[in-house]
């Protein structure tokens, strides 16, 4: 591309050096043609790795990386692929929902099938999938390898910066001035160096020449916008490591104590408050109507200090924290933020008190506790053993008519117990109990336990029910919640390095368009003075420094005239 490595001055340059790293004369032939063509101060003209001859496979790669036109290409596809995310609900915000097979009926039941076709190509994932994330790591490649394609060579270039410049270099500036010298040079170039002084300019003298600049800082904002993007980047990749990220949700029901997913904290839920504004507290328009005023889960927070992971062992808990958990007030700890999310009205059993009864001879044999989300394996009553050996916490039939559960929530539980003791058979007797008394459930229980009698399971002998379940108009015998609580769980590590990004990025944007980096070439050949002048943008400002700092000298110019473009056109 470019034939001339080595100046006039004698400075060795690398190829696809446009100007000279020493006197700024242009190598490129086309340049050197057209003498009234303004030069392109890009970089300087410095020589980049991106432009290297023959390039090998790695500097193949370094220039795809390096390549803006694939920064913006990659930008867009990513645009894209994040627009593909926000057209059905992601995965992530779905309450109450954990398994792939959940996640595919709910598509299904939601959005026929178009949710069908979504959730399989993993838009429902977006955000956490392989593509998504290859993206991000592809823009952030692209972000390190285009800045230390331009950064270090333009670094070089003004670390070491000629005072005296070629001809054509200050010739074809943007800023240009030329005229007759009759005083001493010296004494002229002193007063100009120290006009361009009481305007914050650095001056270098050498020779009857002079360099003048100021703002170089400016040149920096762009990369300096790079690194805070770079670590935006990896502050939001960051969030993928489940340690520093969480976003999830968990339903609680009153009394009720569970482990929030990946971590070892406990959270309960003593009591649910929900309270509705009173007629006198309503608009007209809003007469008698139930509008809520306040719902509130009067929560504590526990930590695991002993069999967090022993299956075998109840974990031993420490509490940390309580805290009322309203809308716009949080439980926070330690990194951790619990929000009320939401809450629905629904009686949930929660334990019953139910008693065994044998049919046949007409008698109690004893109760036992029995809750609905933990059974345990083995109850003991008297003589007799009641032995968990199925448990179905959302009861219902497949399409072959088998027993099977919906969900993981004990909705509408089902315990299969195998009863031993005196004048049992010795393999004993099969028996199902539903715990939640409806139509339904009274028709499953006795179409089951039916089926165990023609199998010679079961004699029905045997019963299991709840003694006076409604007394005076209250359940008896039964710990059972009125409203399930919502509870958004969250935990965002990476998010001080993401603010920290961005306040980067902002210093950035802040250096590079608020000041301008200008510099002023004179040299005195004789009685000639030529002057050139070149910034990054705002050229009305440079050619007004330079037609102030002219007249200080008693050079009188118009700023206008000092426009190298007007001459171009």
């Known amino acids: 591309m470019f034939q001339n490595t080595k100046c006039e001055c004698g400075h060795q340059n690398p190829v696809g050096t446009v100007l000279c790293e020493s006197c700024g004369k242009p190598l490129d032939e086309a340049l050197l043609k057209d003498e009234k063509a303004l030069l392109e101060m890009r970089y300087d003209g410095v020589a980049r790795r991106s432009q290297k001859a023959n390039p090998h496979f790695v500097d193949r790669i370094w220039n795809f990386f390096s390549s ?54 993993g838009l429902s994932r977006t955000y956490e999938s392989w593509w998504f994330i ?31 410049k070629h001809m054509q270099f200050i010739n074809r500036q943007h800023v240009v001035y030329s005229g007759e010298l009759t005083e001493d040079k010296q004494a002229w170039l002193d007063r100009f160096a120290k006009e361009l002084k009481r305007k914050h300019y650095r001056v270098l003298q050498e020779d009857g020449a002079l360099l003048g600049e100021k703002n170089r800082f400016s040149r920096w904002g762009p990369y300096i916008n790079h690194i805070g993007l770079i670590v935006f980047l ?33 959270i309960k839920n003593d009591k649910f408050t929900l309270d ?71 009686v949930r059993f929660i334990s019953v008190h139910p008693t065994l009864k ?39 039939l497949d399409e072959q008519t088998r027993p099977m559960t919906k969900s993981r929530d004990p909705n509408n539980p089902a315990f299969v117990f195998r009863i031993t003791g005196p004048d049992v058979q010795d393999k004993g007797e099969l028996h199902i109990y539903f715990a939640m008394p409806s139509e339904k459930s009274k028709y499953y229980e006795s179409i089951l336990n039916e089926s165990f009698k023609q199998r010679g399971d079961s004699s029905g002998r045997f019963s299991i029910q709840v003694e006076n379940p409604i007394v005076d108009g209250k359940m008896n015998n039964i710990e059972y919640s009125a409203f399930t609580t919502y509870l958004n769980i969250r935990m965002d590590k990476a998010m001080p390095y993401v603010w920290v990004g961005a306040a980067i990025s902002m210093i950035g944007l802040i250096m590079g368009f608020y000041w301008q980096h200008r510099r002023i070439w004179v040299r005195i050949d004789g009685d000639s003075l030529s002057l050139g002048g070149h910034t990054n943008k705002n050229t009305y400002g440079l050619r007004a420094d330079v037609a102030g700092a002219l007249g200080k000298t008693g050079i009188a110019v118009d700023p206008k005239t000092l426009d190298n473009r007007r001459n171009v056109r």
Not at 243 to 250: C, E, G, I, S, T
Not at 316 to 329: A, F, G, P, T
Request: aromatic share 10%; hydrophobic share 35%.
């Open 68 to 121: 803006v036109k694939i920064a913006v290409y990659l930008i867009v596809i990513t645009l894209i692929g994040a627009s593909l995310g926000t057209i059905l609900q992601q995965e992530s915000t779905l309450i109450n929902l954990t398994e792939r097979s959940e996640f595919a009926a709910y598509y299904k039941e939601q959005h026929g099938t178009f949710g069908v076709i979504y959730h399989a190509l």
């Open 134 to 164: 290859g993206l991000l790591v592809m823009i952030g490649t692209s972000l390190v390898v285009c800045s230390l394609d331009r950064v270090l060579p333009l670094y070089r270039a003004l670390s070491k910066q000629q005072i005296r």
């Open 358 to 396: 044998d049919v046949a001879g007409g008698s109690d044999i004893g109760s036992f506790d029995l809750r609905m989300d933990q059974p345990e394996a083995e109850y003991k009553l008297g003589d007799y053993t009641l032995k968990l050996i199925d448990y179905y916490p959302d009861f219902g």
């Open 276 to 346: 509705y504004y009173s007629e006198e507290e309503l608009a007209n328009n809003q007469k008698g109507t139930k509008v809520v005023k306040l719902y509130e889960t009067k929560a504590r927070l526990y930590e695991c200090t002993d069999a967090c992971n022993d299956l075998t062992q109840e974990p031993v808990l420490k509490e940390v924290k309580q805290h009322d958990i309203r809308v716009n007030s949080a439980l926070t700890y330690d990194g951790l933020r619990i929000y009320q999310n939401s809450y629905m009205e629904k």
């Open 234 to 266: 990896l502050a939001v990749l960051g969030r993928s490591i489940p340690a520093w990220h969480m976003d999830q949700y968990l339903t609680l029901y009153e009394g009720e104590t569970r482990q929030i997913p990946g971590t070892n904290y406990y």
